[in-house]
């Protein structure tokens, strides 16, 4: 009889879960039907090496001791999607709502300023650009939990993966994925 060991079942199983999540964050709503978003799974030895970017990135920040604890716990998972934005612009700029919540007045204001580089990712961004970030990644969420994989939204991983130039997004988020007896992801020091 065939059999599937549990190790393999738990992969393929997460897997198809980060499959599911990346549609969920696809087809999230996006303010004025304007999709900006990009997707990428990673696992086995690409983990690996996202660990090493956050390690390498986290060095050079205050907060080295938060990219040491999220890489630790990004190489303790058996995947992680990556949420990009691909596009900070306003959105139809053609006919903009100028909302001012980029801080600049209106849409011609945040056009004729300067693109700045911060310290993990660029600006200045659309607000509801970040607004369908945010929506798509907790879409993105919602599969994995109601599908019972542990997972945890880590801004840490976003800065160090834009550098690895694996996506074409200005800005990424990360959710790593595990399936063990106890989340990874609590209870950390």
């Not at 190790?7 to 999709?35: F, I, S």
């Not at 959105?91 to 919540?101: I, N, Q, R, Y």
């Not at 550098?163 to 989340?183: A, D, E, F, R, V």
Request: with cysteine.
């Amino acid at each position: 009889m065939p059999k599937i060991k549990d190790e393999k079942a738990e992969l393929e199983g997460l897997l198809a879960v980060a499959k599911a999540m990346a549609v969920a964050a696809r087809t999230a709503p996006k303010a004025r039907g304007v999709d900006a978003i990009e997707t990428l799974i990673v696992f086995d030895e690409d983990l690996d090496a996202l660990a090493g970017a956050m390690e390498e990135h986290g060095a050079k920040s205050a907060m080295s001791e938060i990219f040491k604890r999220d890489a630790n716990n990004v190489r303790k998972s058996q995947a992680a999607l990556l949420v990009g934005l691909r596009d900070l612009r306003p959105k139809k700029v053609e006919s903009p709502l100028d909302c001012g919540g980029c801080g600049h007045g209106d849409c011609s204001g945040f056009l004729r300023v300067e693109k700045r580089e911060g310290k993990d990712f660029p600006g200045p961004v659309c607000l509801f650009q970040a607004i369908d970030l945010g929506i798509a990644l907790s879409s993105a969420c919602s599969v994995a939990a109601r599908s019972h994989v542990d997972n945890r939204i880590m801004y840490t991983i976003g800065g160090p993966a834009c550098k690895l130039g694996w996506m074409k997004s200005q800005i990424i988020i990360g959710i790593p994925l595990s399936c063990s007896g106890k989340s990874i992801y609590f209870d950390r020091t």
